[in-house]
């Protein structure tokens, strides 16, 4: 039986520099590592100024001698410091994302909040993020965005109204194969979400139980009703 890659994680300082990525990536591939996923942040100001923190995560399905990998990078001319870390899905595990008015994610986060602690104390890893948004571009983009986050697993939407572009939006979440729950609300997106729940604290916990390895509710079995 075939072993599933192993995930790591590296921090790279760098200069801000062209080729600084290829460089990487060469390396990396040297040493049969896939790049699975990979972020980069510029330090504009402070005695860091100049330089670039590239985070990345990577599968090797061969014994890597991780020690190598670091020292075989930090001779990158413009690498100036390297870190192993875990990999985000080992602390963060499966992400709850929230979006709505601060009152409803309130409470869809209290639900969510309190059903992750009753997995992750026996072991899972189940995160919840929330963010209160108004305004119909505003929360379109913010969903749009929920499918290019890192372990997002499923998307509730708490509102008083969304319609219009956002239930566009959820259309493109669900294609990238990420459910969406949402509160029963005036407006188009209950009609183009997996499930319509009322109560907002329930709708936190039904999403907590759909992701949870070890819970029995899925949400393909009640895709497209009510609650």
């Known amino acids: ?3 599933l890659p192993e995930r790591s994680a590296m921090r790279i300082i760098a200069e ?5 990525l290829r460089d990487i990536a060469t390396v990396m591939a040297e040493h ?11 330090f504009e100001t402070g005695p860091s100024s100049g330089m670039a923190e590239i985070y990345f995560e990577y599968e090797s399905g061969e014994e890597d001698d991780r020690q190598t990998l670091i020292d075989d990078l930090i001779t ?3 690498v100036k410091d390297v870190k192993a870390y875990q990999p985000f899905g080992h602390i963060f595990g499966s992400r709850v994302i929230i979006i709505g008015g601060g009152a409803q994610v309130a409470q869809v ?3 969510a909040v309190n059903e992750a602690d009753r997995h992750n104390i026996r072991g899972e890893r189940i995160s919840v993020d929330t963010i209160p948004l108004v305004g119909e571009r505003t929360l379109a983009l913010a969903v749009d965005a929920v499918a290019r986050l890192p372990h997002a697993s499923i998307l509730v939407l708490a509102g008083s109204i969304m319609g219009g572009e956002i239930s566009k939006a959820v259309d493109r979440v669900r294609d990238a194969g990420i459910p969406v729950i949402a509160l029963r609300m005036a407006g188009t ?4 979400a997996d499930l ?3 109560d907002p604290i329930q709708a936190g916990v039904f999403a907590v139980m759909h992701v949870s390895t070890k819970a029995v509710f899925d949400i393909n079995r009640v895709r497209g009703r009510e609650f």
Not at 32 to 42: F, G, R, S
């Open 1 to 3: 039986m075939d072993t």
């Open 196 to 198: 319509v729940v009322t």
């Open 76 to 78: 990158i001319p413009s």
């Open 109 to 111: 986060a209290l639900g």
């Open 32 to 42: 049969n590592a896939n790049i699975v996923m990979i972020t980069q942040e510029l």
């Open 189 to 192: 997106v209950p009609e183009h």
């Open 16 to 20: 801000n520099r062209k080729g600084v």
